[in-house]
């Protein structure tokens, strides 16, 4: 069983994939308490992974995003072989501080101060422009290197660094520009 926040249709709203359509998987809860959280996780239902999957095929798009929270908390390899052999396309946003099971198609990495990331594969590096050094985690190896402003409010601060440290691509929450979930 996993507990699960919610699972919703949506654009993807930040990151290498912006504006594809996607399903997410909410999960509950995470190993990190982080004052900038903008999602509120931590209330739950306890699902199957077939409850997942049947709540997932209700949906038109093959892209899933597990998000949380921390999924990487509740995943295993036998959920991930379920969506795979489902047809989808999994991406996870973890914040990197466990391993992860073999078979995520894309995994987005976001770094926090206080957490350690011990992944040995990351496609997408997304940090948030808050309290830490981005050029620190420029040693992280990952295909691509994203700078989030937290939740819009230092965009020009974060414009202005990306312009000065141009390894780094500007990563805006559109989902909440333009109101949907």
């Excluded at 391993?99 to 350690?116: A, Q």
């Excluded at 990351?122 to 989030?148: G, M, N, R, S």
Aim: aromatic share 12%.
């Amino acid at each position: 069983m996993k507990k699960i926040n919610e699972i919703f249709y949506s654009l993807q709203g930040e990151g290498f994939y912006t504006g594809f359509p996607s399903v997410f998987v909410r999960f509950s809860g995470c190993n990190l308490k982080c004052s900038f959280c903008d999602t509120q996780h931590e209330s739950g239902t306890l699902m199957s992974n077939e409850q997942i999957l049947e709540y997932i095929n209700q949906f038109p798009g093959n892209q899933v995003i597990l998000t949380g929270g921390e999924p990487s908390l509740w995943i295993d390899q036998a959920f991930i072989e379920m969506l795979h052999t489902a047809g989808k396309y999994i991406c996870i946003e973890t914040n990197g501080t466990h391993k992860l099971p073999e078979g995520i198609d894309w995994i987005t990495c976001s770094p926090k101060k206080d957490g350690k990331v011990c992944l040995e594969h990351i496609d997408e590096l997304k940090l948030v422009f808050k309290d830490t050094d981005p050029e620190v985690w420029l040693k992280t190896p990952a295909k691509h290197y994203f700078l989030q402003p937290c939740s819009g409010l230092n965009t020009h601060e974060v414009i202005d660094y990306i312009l000065q440290h141009p390894k780094w691509r500007l990563s805006l929450q559109t989902h909440k520009l333009i109101n949907i979930p």
